[in-house]
């Protein structure tokens, strides 16, 4: 059964910074591009921050550049979301998702994503 298991997320203070894990199984994450998103309420949900399994290529949303950092650790099949500098504006439900792309075909578009996991709560505020 593949699944992605998330963690990390919570409470923080504007100004602050928390790391999202995605953690997979029943599958080789090294394999497969991953998308971080998110979903605050009321609106759609978009991509943070995708990194493609082949090429090395990374995508960043506008407004998390410089504060947001995807990374990998393929020893423990796992994903990572730095967030860093965090704004009230930041909160939201965040997602992991895996999909497979060929090289260069690395998308940030939510649709295009097969596998997702549960969704963490990251929420900002003093």
């Known amino acids: 059964q593949l699944q992605l298991v998330e963690s990390g997320g919570g409470l923080v203070q504007p100004g602050g910074s928390l790391r999202l894990s995605c953690t997979a199984s029943g599958f080789i994450l090294d394999y497969y591009s991953i998308g971080w998103f998110r979903q605050a309420p009321g609106k759609e949900r978009e991509g943070v921050s995708c990194?493609?399994?082949?090429?090395?290529?990374?995508i960043y949303a506008d407004s998390v550049k410089d504060r947001f950092t995807i990374s990998r650790d393929s020893l423990k099949n796992t994903v990572y979301l730095q967030m860093n500098s965090l704004k009230p504006e930041d909160t939201a439900v965040y997602y992991c998702?895996?999909?497979?792309?060929?090289?260069?075909?690395?998308?940030?578009?939510?649709?295009?994503?097969?596998?997702w996991g549960q969704g963490n709560q990251v929420t900002v505020s003093s």
């Open positions: 998702a895996a999909a497979y792309f060929v090289p260069g075909a690395l998308t940030c578009d939510a649709s295009a994503y097969r596998y």
């Open positions: 990194s493609s399994s082949s090429d090395g290529s990374k």
